[in-house]
Protein backbone atom coordinates (compact mmCIF):
# COMPACT_ATOMS: atom_id res chain seq x y z
CA UNK A 1 0.00 0.00 0.00
CA UNK A 2 1.04 3.62 -0.62
CA UNK A 3 0.06 7.02 1.05
CA UNK A 4 -1.02 9.14 -1.39
CA UNK A 5 -3.11 12.62 -1.26
CA UNK A 6 -6.47 12.73 -1.49
CA UNK A 7 -6.62 15.01 -4.36
CA UNK A 8 -4.34 12.42 -6.06
CA UNK A 9 -6.49 9.10 -5.27
CA UNK A 10 -8.63 9.73 -7.64
CA UNK A 11 -9.52 6.47 -9.09
CA UNK A 12 -7.19 4.03 -6.77
CA UNK A 13 -9.16 1.79 -3.73
CA UNK A 14 -8.60 2.78 -0.73
CA UNK A 15 -7.01 -0.41 1.79
CA UNK A 16 -9.24 0.71 4.54
CA UNK A 17 -12.33 2.18 5.99
CA UNK A 18 -12.53 5.76 6.66
CA UNK A 19 -14.95 6.35 10.05
CA UNK A 20 -16.88 9.78 10.26
CA UNK A 21 -18.06 11.04 13.42
CA UNK A 22 -20.96 13.47 13.13
CA UNK A 23 -24.17 14.52 14.06
CA UNK A 24 -24.41 11.29 16.38
CA UNK A 25 -23.34 9.01 13.91
CA UNK A 26 -19.99 7.22 13.96
CA UNK A 27 -18.90 4.27 11.60
CA UNK A 28 -17.52 3.79 7.93
CA UNK A 29 -17.91 6.96 5.83
CA UNK A 30 -16.07 5.09 2.93
CA UNK A 31 -15.00 1.06 3.29
CA UNK A 32 -11.94 -0.80 2.13
CA UNK A 33 -11.98 -1.23 -1.65
CA UNK A 34 -14.36 2.07 -2.51
CA UNK A 35 -12.64 3.89 -6.00
CA UNK A 36 -12.31 7.11 -5.05
CA UNK A 37 -14.32 10.07 -6.71
CA UNK A 38 -13.83 13.16 -7.56
CA UNK A 39 -16.72 14.15 -5.58
CA UNK A 40 -15.37 12.06 -2.66
CA UNK A 41 -12.55 14.32 -1.50
CA UNK A 42 -14.82 17.67 0.01
CA UNK A 43 -16.04 14.64 2.63
CA UNK A 44 -12.36 12.46 3.28
CA UNK A 45 -11.25 16.07 4.10
CA UNK A 46 -14.17 16.86 6.48
CA UNK A 47 -13.28 13.36 7.95
CA UNK A 48 -10.16 14.95 8.47
CA UNK A 49 -8.09 12.79 5.71
CA UNK A 50 -5.77 14.89 4.34
CA UNK A 51 -3.98 11.45 2.91
CA UNK A 52 -4.97 8.09 2.43
CA UNK A 53 -3.84 4.56 1.90
CA UNK A 54 -4.58 3.12 -1.22
CA UNK A 55 -3.05 -0.49 -2.86
CA UNK A 56 -0.10 -0.57 -4.85
CA UNK A 57 1.10 -3.61 -6.66
CA UNK A 58 2.90 -5.55 -4.16
CA UNK A 59 1.90 -9.66 -4.31
CA UNK A 60 4.50 -9.28 -0.66
CA UNK A 61 1.72 -7.83 1.52
CA UNK A 62 -1.67 -8.51 2.58
CA UNK A 63 -4.61 -6.82 4.35
CA UNK A 64 -5.40 -7.13 7.88
CA UNK A 65 -8.91 -8.48 7.35
CA UNK A 66 -7.40 -11.33 4.88
CA UNK A 67 -4.68 -12.31 7.19
CA UNK A 68 -7.28 -12.54 9.85
CA UNK A 69 -9.32 -14.67 7.35
CA UNK A 70 -6.06 -16.95 6.51
CA UNK A 71 -5.40 -17.33 10.42
CA UNK A 72 -8.73 -18.77 10.97
CA UNK A 73 -8.94 -20.69 8.68
CA UNK A 74 -5.38 -22.45 9.62
CA UNK A 75 -7.15 -23.61 13.11
CA UNK A 76 -10.47 -24.91 12.34
CA UNK A 77 -12.26 -26.17 15.12
CA UNK A 78 -15.01 -28.81 15.79
CA UNK A 79 -17.53 -27.55 18.21
CA UNK A 80 -17.05 -23.62 17.42
CA UNK A 81 -17.21 -21.57 14.85
CA UNK A 82 -15.42 -18.51 13.50
CA UNK A 83 -17.34 -14.38 13.06
CA UNK A 84 -15.65 -11.78 11.15
CA UNK A 85 -13.82 -10.17 10.18
CA UNK A 86 -14.55 -7.09 12.45
CA UNK A 87 -12.13 -4.30 12.78
CA UNK A 88 -9.88 -7.04 11.11
CA UNK A 89 -10.15 -9.27 13.94
CA UNK A 90 -11.83 -13.38 13.83
CA UNK A 91 -13.24 -14.11 16.46
CA UNK A 92 -14.19 -17.85 18.10
CA UNK A 93 -17.22 -18.86 19.70
CA UNK A 94 -18.28 -21.98 21.13
CA UNK A 95 -21.20 -23.61 19.55
CA UNK A 96 -21.35 -26.71 22.58
CA UNK A 97 -20.19 -27.15 25.76
CA UNK A 98 -16.98 -28.46 26.72
CA UNK A 99 -13.08 -28.45 27.69
CA UNK A 100 -11.04 -26.21 25.41
CA UNK A 101 -7.44 -27.53 24.72
CA UNK A 102 -4.97 -25.05 23.56
CA UNK A 103 -1.54 -25.92 22.14
CA UNK A 104 0.40 -23.54 23.98
CA UNK A 105 3.77 -24.01 22.35
CA UNK A 106 2.08 -23.96 18.99
CA UNK A 107 0.45 -20.70 20.21
CA UNK A 108 3.97 -18.91 21.75
CA UNK A 109 5.68 -19.97 18.34
CA UNK A 110 2.57 -17.91 16.18
CA UNK A 111 3.01 -15.11 18.31
CA UNK A 112 6.68 -14.73 18.14
CA UNK A 113 6.74 -14.59 14.32
CA UNK A 114 6.12 -10.70 13.87
CA UNK A 115 2.60 -9.24 13.31
CA UNK A 116 0.10 -12.28 14.20
CA UNK A 117 -1.43 -11.61 17.51
CA UNK A 118 -3.83 -14.76 18.88
CA UNK A 119 -5.09 -14.68 22.19
CA UNK A 120 -7.24 -17.22 23.87
CA UNK A 121 -8.96 -18.58 26.91
CA UNK A 122 -6.06 -20.72 28.64
CA UNK A 123 -5.52 -24.41 28.28
CA UNK A 124 -8.16 -26.39 29.78
CA UNK A 125 -11.34 -24.54 30.80
CA UNK A 126 -14.12 -25.89 30.99
CA UNK A 127 -16.85 -23.77 28.28
CA UNK A 128 -20.30 -22.61 27.64
CA UNK A 129 -22.19 -23.12 24.42
CA UNK A 130 -21.65 -19.08 23.44
CA UNK A 131 -18.72 -18.14 25.37
CA UNK A 132 -16.20 -16.10 23.28
CA UNK A 133 -12.72 -18.55 23.39
CA UNK A 134 -10.34 -17.31 20.84
CA UNK A 135 -9.58 -14.29 18.45
CA UNK A 136 -7.17 -13.09 15.81
CA UNK A 137 -5.59 -10.26 14.12
CA UNK A 138 -2.45 -8.96 12.53
CA UNK A 139 -1.63 -5.59 14.69
CA UNK A 140 -0.86 -2.94 11.51
CA UNK A 141 -3.14 -2.81 8.56
CA UNK A 142 -1.15 -4.64 6.05
CA UNK A 143 1.72 -7.15 7.05
CA UNK A 144 4.73 -9.21 4.83
CA UNK A 145 2.39 -12.41 3.41
CA UNK A 146 5.39 -14.33 4.04
CA UNK A 147 4.10 -13.91 8.33
CA UNK A 148 0.77 -15.46 7.25
CA UNK A 149 2.75 -18.09 5.02
CA UNK A 150 4.49 -19.49 8.21
CA UNK A 151 2.09 -19.70 10.90
CA UNK A 152 0.10 -21.92 7.99
CA UNK A 153 3.15 -23.72 7.74
CA UNK A 154 3.49 -24.33 11.53
CA UNK A 155 -0.49 -25.80 11.48
CA UNK A 156 0.19 -28.18 9.12
CA UNK A 157 -0.68 -31.60 10.26
CA UNK A 158 -1.67 -29.67 14.05
CA UNK A 159 -4.13 -28.18 15.92
CA UNK A 160 -4.01 -25.34 17.62
CA UNK A 161 -7.33 -25.53 19.37
CA UNK A 162 -9.71 -27.87 20.34
CA UNK A 163 -13.10 -28.17 21.98
CA UNK A 164 -13.89 -31.74 23.40
CA UNK A 165 -17.45 -31.92 23.79
CA UNK A 166 -18.58 -33.94 27.22
CA UNK A 167 -19.37 -37.58 26.70
CA UNK A 168 -22.42 -39.26 28.47
CA UNK A 169 -21.09 -41.21 31.34
CA UNK A 170 -22.19 -44.32 34.14
CA UNK A 171 -21.60 -43.00 37.39
CA UNK A 172 -21.02 -45.02 40.82
CA UNK A 173 -20.77 -43.47 43.75
CA UNK A 174 -18.48 -45.42 47.13
CA UNK A 175 -18.88 -43.67 50.41
CA UNK A 176 -16.57 -45.35 53.01
CA UNK A 177 -16.56 -45.46 57.03
CA UNK A 178 -17.47 -47.48 59.82
CA UNK A 179 -19.03 -44.07 61.52
CA UNK A 180 -21.01 -43.73 58.08
CA UNK A 181 -22.08 -47.59 57.31
CA UNK A 182 -23.08 -47.93 61.51
CA UNK A 183 -25.55 -44.75 61.15
CA UNK A 184 -23.46 -42.96 63.60
CA UNK A 185 -23.22 -39.76 61.83
CA UNK A 186 -25.22 -39.05 58.21
CA UNK A 187 -23.13 -39.33 54.82
CA UNK A 188 -22.43 -35.64 53.45
CA UNK A 189 -20.62 -36.47 50.45
CA UNK A 190 -23.40 -37.80 48.39
CA UNK A 191 -25.18 -34.70 48.36
CA UNK A 192 -22.13 -32.65 47.64
CA UNK A 193 -21.11 -35.24 44.42
CA UNK A 194 -24.53 -35.07 43.11
CA UNK A 195 -25.16 -31.57 42.56
CA UNK A 196 -21.09 -31.52 40.75
CA UNK A 197 -22.02 -34.31 38.45
CA UNK A 198 -25.63 -33.24 37.62
CA UNK A 199 -23.70 -30.26 35.35
CA UNK A 200 -22.74 -32.93 32.88
CA UNK A 201 -23.93 -35.45 30.71
CA UNK A 202 -24.21 -38.77 33.02
CA UNK A 203 -26.47 -41.29 34.53
CA UNK A 204 -25.84 -42.05 38.54
CA UNK A 205 -26.35 -45.82 38.51
CA UNK A 206 -25.69 -46.39 42.08
CA UNK A 207 -24.59 -45.33 45.48
CA UNK A 208 -22.90 -47.31 48.01
CA UNK A 209 -21.94 -47.06 51.40
CA UNK A 210 -19.39 -49.26 53.18
CA UNK A 211 -17.90 -50.25 56.19
CA UNK A 212 -13.56 -50.24 56.51
CA UNK A 213 -13.10 -53.16 54.67
CA UNK A 214 -11.04 -54.08 51.26
CA UNK A 215 -13.02 -56.39 50.22
CA UNK A 216 -16.56 -54.93 50.86
CA UNK A 217 -15.17 -51.89 48.64
CA UNK A 218 -13.69 -53.69 45.86
CA UNK A 219 -16.82 -55.79 45.64
CA UNK A 220 -19.47 -52.66 45.15
CA UNK A 221 -16.73 -50.90 42.94
CA UNK A 222 -16.95 -54.58 40.83
CA UNK A 223 -20.80 -54.72 40.98
CA UNK A 224 -20.68 -51.12 39.60
CA UNK A 225 -18.28 -51.76 36.70
CA UNK A 226 -20.08 -55.35 35.51
CA UNK A 227 -23.20 -52.85 35.53
CA UNK A 228 -21.08 -50.71 33.14
CA UNK A 229 -19.82 -47.91 35.24
CA UNK A 230 -17.62 -45.40 32.63
CA UNK A 231 -16.86 -43.55 36.49
CA UNK A 232 -16.55 -44.63 39.99
CA UNK A 233 -15.89 -41.72 42.79
CA UNK A 234 -14.96 -42.74 46.14
CA UNK A 235 -15.01 -40.90 49.19
CA UNK A 236 -13.24 -41.78 52.55
CA UNK A 237 -10.19 -42.83 53.90
CA UNK A 238 -8.25 -41.54 51.31
CA UNK A 239 -5.19 -40.19 53.34
CA UNK A 240 -1.97 -42.22 53.95
CA UNK A 241 -3.08 -43.11 57.79
CA UNK A 242 -2.84 -47.23 58.25
CA UNK A 243 -6.72 -47.57 58.66
CA UNK A 244 -7.43 -45.37 55.51
CA UNK A 245 -8.40 -48.66 53.50
CA UNK A 246 -9.97 -46.61 49.68
CA UNK A 247 -6.78 -46.51 47.49
CA UNK A 248 -5.50 -50.20 48.73
CA UNK A 249 -9.07 -51.45 47.46
CA UNK A 250 -8.99 -49.23 44.54
CA UNK A 251 -5.60 -51.12 43.46
CA UNK A 252 -7.00 -54.18 44.42
CA UNK A 253 -9.27 -53.60 41.80
CA UNK A 254 -6.36 -54.19 39.28
CA UNK A 255 -6.59 -50.40 38.35
CA UNK A 256 -3.97 -48.46 37.26
CA UNK A 257 -3.06 -45.41 39.46
CA UNK A 258 -2.22 -42.63 37.68
CA UNK A 259 -1.43 -40.85 40.78
CA UNK A 260 -2.23 -40.73 44.66
CA UNK A 261 -1.82 -37.22 45.39
CA UNK A 262 -1.92 -34.23 43.39
CA UNK A 263 0.06 -30.79 43.70
CA UNK A 264 -3.13 -28.69 44.56
CA UNK A 265 -5.14 -27.38 47.00
CA UNK A 266 -7.65 -27.93 48.07
CA UNK A 267 -7.92 -31.75 47.55
CA UNK A 268 -4.16 -32.95 47.74
CA UNK A 269 -4.95 -36.44 48.48
CA UNK A 270 -6.85 -36.67 45.38
CA UNK A 271 -6.65 -40.27 43.44
CA UNK A 272 -7.07 -40.58 40.08
CA UNK A 273 -7.10 -44.38 38.41
CA UNK A 274 -8.12 -45.85 35.19
CA UNK A 275 -9.34 -49.72 34.82
CA UNK A 276 -9.81 -49.98 31.33
CA UNK A 277 -11.85 -47.40 30.36
CA UNK A 278 -13.18 -46.42 33.37
CA UNK A 279 -12.51 -43.51 35.50
CA UNK A 280 -11.68 -44.28 39.11
CA UNK A 281 -11.32 -41.08 41.44
CA UNK A 282 -11.17 -41.40 45.15
CA UNK A 283 -11.86 -37.66 46.66
CA UNK A 284 -10.87 -36.82 49.76
CA UNK A 285 -12.89 -35.23 52.35
CA UNK A 286 -12.13 -30.99 51.44
CA UNK A 287 -15.23 -31.44 48.74
CA UNK A 288 -17.48 -31.20 51.49
CA UNK A 289 -16.80 -28.45 52.85
CA UNK A 290 -15.08 -26.60 50.01
CA UNK A 291 -16.85 -25.01 47.02
CA UNK A 292 -14.18 -25.90 44.94
CA UNK A 293 -11.68 -28.53 44.97
CA UNK A 294 -9.45 -30.90 42.93
CA UNK A 295 -12.42 -33.24 41.56
CA UNK A 296 -14.13 -29.95 40.19
CA UNK A 297 -10.96 -29.14 38.17
CA UNK A 298 -10.64 -32.57 36.65
CA UNK A 299 -14.22 -33.34 35.83
CA UNK A 300 -14.48 -31.32 32.70
CA UNK A 301 -11.72 -34.12 31.19
CA UNK A 302 -13.22 -36.89 32.47
CA UNK A 303 -16.22 -36.43 30.87
CA UNK A 304 -14.67 -35.16 27.48
CA UNK A 305 -13.03 -38.92 27.73
CA UNK A 306 -9.47 -37.94 27.16
CA UNK A 307 -7.51 -39.42 30.11
CA UNK A 308 -5.87 -37.75 32.65
CA UNK A 309 -1.99 -38.34 32.48
CA UNK A 310 0.97 -37.43 35.35
CA UNK A 311 2.00 -35.15 33.18
CA UNK A 312 -1.59 -33.64 33.54
CA UNK A 313 -1.21 -33.54 37.43
CA UNK A 314 2.00 -32.43 37.84
CA UNK A 315 0.56 -28.83 35.80
CA UNK A 316 -1.82 -28.70 38.58
CA UNK A 317 1.32 -26.97 40.93
CA UNK A 318 1.70 -23.86 38.97
CA UNK A 319 -2.07 -22.29 39.59
CA UNK A 320 -2.62 -25.30 42.22
CA UNK A 321 -3.18 -23.21 45.48
CA UNK A 322 -6.66 -21.93 45.41
CA UNK A 323 -7.27 -18.63 47.09
CA UNK A 324 -9.98 -18.92 48.93
CA UNK A 325 -12.07 -16.08 47.62
CA UNK A 326 -15.04 -14.81 49.65
CA UNK A 327 -16.87 -15.87 46.61
CA UNK A 328 -15.83 -18.62 44.56
CA UNK A 329 -15.80 -17.79 40.65
CA UNK A 330 -14.38 -21.00 39.14
CA UNK A 331 -13.14 -21.21 36.91
CA UNK A 332 -12.76 -18.10 36.29
CA UNK A 333 -9.92 -17.51 38.52
CA UNK A 334 -6.17 -18.86 38.59
CA UNK A 335 -7.14 -22.21 40.56
CA UNK A 336 -6.82 -25.49 38.67
CA UNK A 337 -5.07 -24.45 35.37
CA UNK A 338 -2.90 -27.57 33.84
Not at 68 to 80: K, Q
Request: net charge negative; with cysteine.
Amino acid sequence: MKKVKVEDAVGLALCHDVTAMRDGFKGAAFKRGHVIRSEDIPALLDCGKRTVFVWEDNAGEIHEEDAALRLAAMAPVVGAEYSGPSEGKMLLKASERGMFRVDTALLKEINGIGDITICSLPDHFPVEKGDRIASMRIVPLVTEEAQIIRAEELCRGKKLFRLLPYRQLRVGLIITGSEIYNGRIKDKFESVARAKLEKYPCEIIGTAICDDETDMIVGEAEKMLTDGADLIVFSGGMSVDPDDLTPGAIRALGADIVSHGVPSQPGNMTLVAYLGDAALIGVPGAAIVMPTTVFDVLLPQIFTGEKLTKKDLIALGDGGLCRLCGVCRWPVCTFGRY
